[in-house]
Each structure stands twice: as C-alpha cells, then as structure tokens.
C-alpha cells in the first residue's frame, strides 16, 4: 500500500520533470531538422542523450550500457530490442552511439510539443494501414542508405507476458537480409519496474536500468529472413535468461 502511494507520488514527480525539461528541449530539438543529415541527427542524439540522463537522475534511476564497443565507425547497423515498457524508446535512441532512428508508432506523434520530438528521431508507422508499413519499410531503407543505424522492436508492442521475449515480427530480418547490413541486438532491463505501464497505470519507481549491447550478428550468404530471425531471437532470449537474476 506505501508503495503503491509512493509510487504514483513519484509519477507526479516524473511527469513534472518530463514536462518542464520538453519545454526547454523542443526548440533546439525543431532545429535540427534544418541541419544536413546525418549531422542533424547526430546533433539531436546528443541533445536526447543529456535530456534523458538528467531526466532519469532526476527519477532516481541509474542506467548501465554494455557493448558499444560492438560498433564500428563508419559501419552502420540494424539494432533489435526488446520491448517491455515505454521507457525503451527514449533510452534507446540516446543510447545507441551514431546517429538513428527507431520504427515507432505514428498516433503518439500527435501529442502536442512531445510530438515533435517523437517524430525526430522516428519512423513513423500506423501498424493498422498496409500502405503504412510499405511506406515506412522503404523509409528503413532510406536512414540505412544515409549511413544511419534502424533501431527496430521486433515483437512489435510491449511485452506483457510473463516470457523473456514475445514472438518475433519479420520485418528487421527481411531487411537486414535485403541491405546486408549486420544485425546488433540489444537487451533492456528492468524498464518495466520503472514505469509497469497498463499493469499498474501512472506508477514509477527508481531502479537500475541495464541496456546491453551483443556482439553483431552477420548476414551469412543464402540465410533466409526467417532463419535470420531464429538465430536472433534465441540469442536475446539465451541471454536474457542468463542475466535476469543478475540485474533484478
């Protein structure tokens, strides 16, 4: 009961933190659009990068990054994660050293002023509309041409089921397999404590958040996109089995 009090006391908190550093951060934020990719985006990767470490201190929060040294200058990647709370998209972006985008919703870019930073560093995706995905798959296509990393949830939503990982969507192996590109995966943990979402609605609560980068994963000549995505999903669920315990 204390918890549960003090937890959503502490939601108020954040989203007074939140709102207060949005308002400081979309102007500059806006401006980078007006700035030659992919410097435009590596300008608004910085700016996302110290807005979220002052927010999580702010919340309490510790964040510990594994395996950046798995990315190569000059290489670009496809990144996949998992996907437990919305805490994971603005860690991830951030987090993830080179310029990005991430495949995300398109309703939550109507959000007033927090929109405008949504839709910066996104690929904007309505999961209702066919013609949608075609579009945005072309998209992913165009930030890997520019020399940009793809950050991509493969399981599509949050995972609320009590396994390590929801079944994999296709689209992240399709194009790894079409462009080449290698494939790194990613591991986050503990968001879910944090901000538990639908589970227990406007509740937060401090807890060290873990991102791990794995070693890159390459193409192999003749792999298919669904065998690519077997390799991969049992590589995140091996490894998030084997440090679960360690990160609670």
Same mark, same amino acid.
């Given at each position: ?27 500059? %934020? ?5 700035? =030659?990719? #992919? &410097?435009?985006?590596? @300008?608004?990767? +910085?700016? *996302? ?53 991430? %495949? ?5 870019? =109507?959000? #007033? &002023?927090?929109?405008? @930073?949504?839709? +910066?560093? *996104? ?63 990613? &591991? ?61």
């Amino acid at each position: 009961m204390i918890k549960n009090i003090a937890g959503r006391i502490w939601a108020f908190w954040g989203a007074t933190v939140f709102v207060s550093t949005l308002l400081i951060m979309v102007i500059p %934020i806006w401006l980078t659009n007006y700035i =030659k990719e #992919p &410097l435009g985006t590596e @300008i608004f990767r +910085r700016m *996302s990068k110290t807005w979220m470490e002052f927010f999580l201190l702010m919340l309490g929060c510790r964040l510990v990054v594994k395996g950046k040294s798995y990315f190569i200058k000059k290489q670009n990647y496809i990144v996949v994660s998992n996907h437990n709370s919305y805490m994971d998209i603005p860690l991830s972006t951030p987090q993830i050293p080179g310029p990005n985008k991430t %495949i995300a919703k398109a309703e939550l870019a =109507k959000i #007033p &002023l927090f929109g405008l @930073i949504y839709s +910066r560093g *996104s690929v904007l995706v309505d999961r209702k509309s066919e013609r949608s995905r075609k579009e945005s798959y072309g998209k992913m296509k165009a930030v890997l041409r520019q020399g940009l990393h793809m950050c991509i949830y493969p399981e599509g939503s949050r995972n609320k089921t009590g396994e390590p990982l929801k079944s994999f969507h296709d689209g992240a192996f399709k194009l790894a397999v079409e462009t080449g590109k290698p494939i790194i995966p990613a &591991l986050i943990f503990n968001t879910k404590k944090v901000l538990p979402g639908s589970s227990k609605p406007f509740f937060l609560w401090p807890a060290t958040i873990h991102m791990d980068f794995l070693e890159p994963v390459l193409v192999e000549p003749g792999m298919t996109a669904a065998q690519l995505k077997e390799k991969i999903f049992r590589i995140m669920y091996d490894y998030y089995k084997n440090n679960e315990a360690n990160y609670s």
